[in-house]
């Protein structure tokens, strides 16, 4: 069984309960990380796991709130002790800010800092992102003002699924990409039109056949009775994304 780590749950403006929204994926032989707009090696080991074991990065888009963490990232992991590469993967815009954010300091003279490996992820439904023997992600494009996508994880041990919206407005690609999921993670910020309602995050959980959903890219003050019970109108299994907290799929 593969446990999800919900490392953030804000949005890009969020309020003291919440940092920018980023995830871990554990499974029985591999850690993956999507985005890095904060502290995200801090976040690991909040939750116990270790920042230097990543088998991967993933970054969805180019927005700060997304990917400006990523040279805190690779300082802390060299500091962690890590020399192992790092393999980093996403749509070519969201990679392109990755190394311009990381480019920006000079790690030239750190003895053994880790090699970024770069893969980039097509933006049609169904790209290739990562394969290893227990894990297979695949990608689809959302709805954002920026090229963006959502993400499928599929546990190829315990045989669950897993799907994340990224940012969007309520896609029907995204639906797609989440079908017959057991855990549906949407955006929720409540700001169209670039990003989901509650509701329509709940709507995409309904014609995906999810089993449950989570709400997170919260924005700052969110009104978890409002939002839930707006959600619940359309789908009851649902529940309001806190940081910190983990599920199993």
């Known amino acids: 069984m593969a446990t999800l780590h919900l490392l953030g749950t804000g949005a890009a403006?969020?309020?003291g309960r919440r940092t920018t929204t980023m995830l871990a994926v554990e499974?029985?032989?591999d850690l993956v990380l999507v985005d890095c707009g904060g502290d995200a090696a801090q976040r690991l080991a909040a939750h116990g796991l270790d920042p230097t074991a990543l088998t991967a990065v993933i970054?969805?888009?180019e927005h700060a709130d997304h990917v400006a963490g990523f040279p805190l990232l690779l300082e802390r992991l060299w500091l962690g002790g890590r020399s192992a590469p790092?393999?980093?993967?996403?749509?070519?815009p969201a990679l392109a800010q990755a190394r311009r954010v990381h480019d920006t300091f000079d790690v030239s003279a750190w003895p053994g800092y880790p090699e970024r490996r770069y893969h980039t992820v097509g933006i049609q439904a169904g790209s290739a992102v990562l394969a290893t023997p227990g894990l297979?992600?695949?990608a689809a494009?959302?709805?954002h003002s920026v090229p963006c996508v959502g993400l499928r994880f599929e546990d190829l041990d315990g045989g669950g699924l897993l799907a994340y919206s990224g940012d969007t407005a309520f896609s029907p690609t995204i639906v797609a990409l989440a079908r017959g999921a057991q855990l549906l993670v949407h955006e929720a910020t409540d700001e169209p039109p670039m990003h989901s309602r509650p509701e329509e995050a709940a709507r995409a959980a309904v014609e995906a056949g999810a089993d449950a959903l989570v709400l997170v890219h919260l924005p700052p003050g969110f009104?978890?009775?409002d939002g839930l019970a707006r959600a619940r109108t359309v789908f009851p299994n649902v529940?309001?994304?806190?940081?910190?907290?983990?599920f199993e799929f």
């Open 239 to 246: 529940n309001a994304g806190v940081d910190g907290a983990r």
């Open 136 to 138: 297979r992600v695949t």
């Open 141 to 143: 494009p959302g709805t």
């Open 27 to 29: 499974t029985a032989t």
């Open 13 to 15: 403006a969020s309020d």
């Open 86 to 92: 790092v393999d980093v993967y996403g749509i070519e």
């Open 59 to 61: 970054v969805t888009h």
């Open 223 to 225: 009104d978890e009775g």
